[in-house]
């Protein structure tokens, strides 16, 4: 069954530096989301990106946080400058359609970041 | 305020019985979905079942129904013959307009933590 890969699986870094994380959606899905969890609290919504471009962000999603889609297959989160605060599980999730027209929106098995 | 509220911080079931997870949600939209997932431990979120806030009949996929009570606003998850594996968190979310401009995007409740004993 096709599925959302995602890599790293875990990442630690220090403070200060620039994460990148990695995103392959599912091949014939048009519609490609980040959320987050920070541990023990609930899944938040980060961005979504359609067309190459973003469609919609939450106010986490700040100057920090980029995303990019730089081929036919990946979708990237960058973090610039790590913050304590960024740790958390990162979700990718693609949809093959809007969510308004869709039931379908499937999750990769997530990146943990930890910042030291 | 709440949008999606899951009231059961934890639940245990006996393997082979059914469980219900509760959910209700809040939302003046019409058009509107509501999904469950699962979260092993491991992490990975796993789509369970979908339903959409006009579809008459309760969705059902498996194992996994979901009881849909519209008025109520309540969007239940039902699972039937508990295994093992099914020991895990479930998260309910709801698709509702994000800020007008003609996207959505999933909020998600505080999760349900289920125990499935042998």
């Known amino acids: 069954e096709p599925e959302v890969t995602q890599t790293p699986s875990h990442q630690v870094t220090q403070m200060g530096q620039e994460v990148i994380l990695r995103c392959v959606p599912i091949s014939n899905h048009l519609y490609f989301y980040w959320y987050r969890q920070i541990l023990g609290q609930k899944v938040e919504f980060l961005v979504s990106f359609y067309n190459n471009e973003i469609s919609e962000k939450s106010e986490i999603f700040d100057d920090q946080f980029s995303v990019e889609r730089p081929d036919g297959s990946n979708f990237t989160l960058k973090i610039r400058s790590t913050k304590l605060e960024d740790s958390a599980m990162y979700f990718c999730a693609s949809s093959e359609a809007n969510l308004a027209d869709t039931g379908e929106l499937f999750f990769g098995e997530g990146s943990r970041l930890t910042v030291l | 305020a709440q949008k999606i509220t899951q009231t059961q911080p934890g639940m245990f079931v006996q393997e082979k019985e059914a469980v219900t997870l509760d959910c209700t949600y809040d939302?003046?939209?019409?058009?509107?979905?509501l999904f469950w997932y699962k979260q092993p431990s491991s992490g990975e979120m796993i789509f369970l079942i979908y339903q959409g806030s006009y579809d008459e009949q309760n969705a059902t996929e498996g194992r996994y129904s979901l009881n849909f009570q519209k008025a109520r606003k309540s969007a239940n998850l039902v699972i039937s013959a508990s295994q093992l594996g099914d020991s895990a968190m479930y998260f309910c979310?709801?698709?509702?307009?994000?800020?007008?401009?003609?996207?959505?995007?999933?909020?998600f409740g505080k999760g349900t933590k289920l125990s499935v004993i042998p």
């Open positions: 979310a709801m698709r509702e307009p994000y800020s007008g401009a003609g996207s959505y995007q999933l909020t």
């Open positions: 939302t003046s939209d019409q058009s509107y979905g």
